[in-house]
Structures are given as C-alpha cells and as structure tokens.
C-alpha cells in the first residue's frame, strides 16, 4: 500500500506548479482522495477534495480558483494544478486516500510522505 507524490519544487510567486500522486496497492478507484499541506509551524490542513468518482471536488478557501484537483482512476492518479502561486502556499503536501470500512462505519485512510512546495516572493 503506497502513495507517491512528485512535482513539488521551488517556483516563483504567481507561477504554476503540478503536483501528481500515484497509488498502488489500494483499490483507488472506491477511495475519496484529497490533498492536504503542511506550512513550518503550522498544523496540517486540507486543500482539496475529490470523491472516488470524481464527480464532485471541495477546496479549501485560501485555494479557491486556483488550484484544480482531478483523478484519473485508470492510471490509479491524482494532480493538483496550482497557479497563481503565492508565498504562503509554501508547505508540504501530502496525499490522501480514504475508504469506508464495507460492513463499518469506521475509514481506512493512508497517506503519502509528502513533496515539499517552495513559493519565493
């Protein structure tokens, strides 16, 4: 069971910057995947969401209309499209996949071991 996220790196403020998050060993295609990041300092928090379809997506405040998460459930893949990149984007972030238990109401969740996001002024 593993989560792998690539494409963080140092940008400039307003640029773009994809990240990717390639799983295996799960059953991608029923887990609801998000995003989260993790600023020095700062607590954990979320970034955006997309359910196991796809259908529907949910983004945190501060990212709204600029950032884009997708899910290609064939390549077993999330992205994350970030533009407009500001500095206090910078942090790591990390994938996150998320199934209910079947016959539970508890989740199984698993994560990824983040890529670092620099954004300079």
Do not use: H
Not at 4 to 31: D, H, K, M, W, Y
Not at 60 to 84: E, H, P, Y
């Amino acid at each position: 069971v593993q989560l792998v996220e690539s494409g963080g790196g140092l940008v400039q403020a307003g640029t773009s910057l994809r990240l990717s998050c390639a799983a295996s060993g799960i059953p991608f295609s029923i887990n609801d995947m998000a995003w989260y990041r993790q600023a020095p300092g700062k607590e954990r928090e979320l970034v955006a969401t997309i359910t196991s379809g796809g259908r529907s997506t949910n983004y945190a405040d501060s990212v709204k209309g600029r950032f884009t998460i997708s899910r290609d459930n064939a390549k077993n893949t999330i992205s994350l499209q970030m533009n407009s990149l500001k500095p206090e984007d910078t942090a790591v972030y990390y994938c996150r996949a998320r199934r209910q238990i079947f016959g539970s109401s508890k989740y199984l969740e698993v994560w990824g071991q983040g890529t670092l996001v620099t954004v300079s002024s």
